[in-house]
């Protein structure tokens, strides 16, 4: 997973659609769920990890502290990584998938869309 640079970052810090995704998605007839990592460089990052995404227990977990465009980023890869899972059996490099979740959040991006992990509201 490539950590976007400030360039990339400022360049897209104005999205109009933001899509929570901590509600989780369907894929091949299964739920993921998504959850925050507020490790803040201790959890995943310290793996160099901004994501992780287990197929197993279709759980995805996103490193939130590196700011909304790249936890946008990192969903987005996460995800793809799924599909590459499920449909490809693993048989697209991850080089490849790098570049391919790269070139779909640009285009995310551009369009004015992006991928964000809302806090939950405690409850009173």
Known sequence: MK???RKEETA????????????????????FSV????????GLARNNNLGTCDSGTKEI??????GPTQT???FIHEILEAITWHYLRDK???ED????????HQ??????VRFVIRERKEKL
């Open 3 to 5: 950590k976007l640079s």
């Open 12 to 31: 897209c810090e104005n999205a109009t659609y933001e899509i929570d995704v901590r509600k989780g998605f369907q894929l091949a007839g299964f739920y």
């Open 35 to 42: 959850e925050a990592e507020h490790s803040n460089c201790k």
């Open 61 to 66: 977990k996103i490193e939130t502290g590196y």
């Open 72 to 74: 946008s980023e990192t």
């Open 92 to 94: 697209l490099r991850h």
């Open 97 to 104: 998938l790098v570049r391919m979740s790269l070139g779909l």
């Open 107 to 112: 285009v995310m991006e551009s369009l004015g």
